[in-house]
């Protein structure tokens, strides 16, 4: 018998309102997911959509107006500034399409940064970053500074930083939109190829809807703050429900 897959996050009826001045903003209205173990979850739709504010909520980088954020069944509301910063810094990793590399320090020192406030000893951490690094495939690029490095060789360090911590989920904020076109496809076997691997959840936004597809098993759309349309991606791509979904499809991938 297949085991059961363990959830991983548990969104149920979050909004995020602004207030701003006698404006009222619904950056999310109503929203609901869940993301279980080993999953891919994309997110797409225009800027403005409320992709970003879902993953900044999921991320724990924000807290949400209304509703419940369940994180392996804790509820987040409940967590005070010790715990959230706990699952930021060891429960999610995130990878960014700036990189976020400290320029002066190289490769593994990068890689190292997030165990600089663990029980580890300074040698065990350099092991770790460099097992990391060999896993993304720049084991020959470990002392090299950022500037020294491809804008892919850099995305690998940011990747090989992300799950030094080994993490249950990987946020993945256009992770190859800086990159050059035939840099991309490197980038993206390698996150499925690390989902296979060490059994990753990941969730990806993107506005290329070719990145969403290659790397994908669910997708959801938003619009406005709300999910207006979710499925697989083979049938979201290929049997689009809403007219909004067909029409942002025509236009993305013509």
Not at 18 to 44: F, P, Q, R
Not at 135 to 149: A, S, T
Not at 163 to 183: G, N
Not at 237 to 245: D, L, R, V
């Amino acid at each position: 018998m297949a085991k059961s897959k363990k959830e991983i996050i548990s969104i149920k009826s979050v909004s995020k309102i602004y207030n701003l001045g006698e404006t009222v903003v619904k950056a999310l209205d109503n929203v609901s997911l869940s993301i279980y173990d080993n999953d891919y979850i994309s997110i797409m739709g225009p800027s403005g959509s409320g992709k970003s504010t879902l993953m900044n909520i999921i991320g724990c980088l924000d807290v949400p107006t209304k509703g419940k954020y369940k994180f392996k069944n804790e509820l987040i509301s409940e967590m005070d500034d010790n715990q959230l910063a706990n699952i930021r810094n060891e429960k999610i990793g995130f990878v960014f399409q700036t990189f976020n590399l400290l320029p002066k320090l190289n490769a593994m020192q990068n890689v190292e940064v997030p165990l600089i406030y663990s029980s580890l000893g300074r040698k065990e951490r350099l092991e770790r970053a460099e097992e990391a690094l060999h896993i993304v495939g720049l084991q020959d690029r470990m002392n090299h500074k950022p500037n020294e490095l491809s804008g892919g060789q850099r995305q690998r360090v940011a990747i090989a930083r992300a799950i030094i911590l080994e993490p249950k989920l990987i946020l993945l904020d256009e992770p190859t939109s800086a990159l050059d076109v035939s840099i991309q496809m490197q980038i993206l076997h390698l996150l499925k190829d690390l989902q296979s691997r060490l059994g990753l959840a990941f969730l990806c936004i993107s506005h290329d809807l070719k990145v969403i597809r290659f790397l994908s098993d669910y997708v959801y759309v938003m619009k406005d703050g709300i999910i207006i349309e979710d499925g697989t991606s083979e049938d979201l791509f290929e049997s689009p429900k809403q007219a909004y979904t067909k029409e942002l499809l025509a236009a993305s991938l013509a």
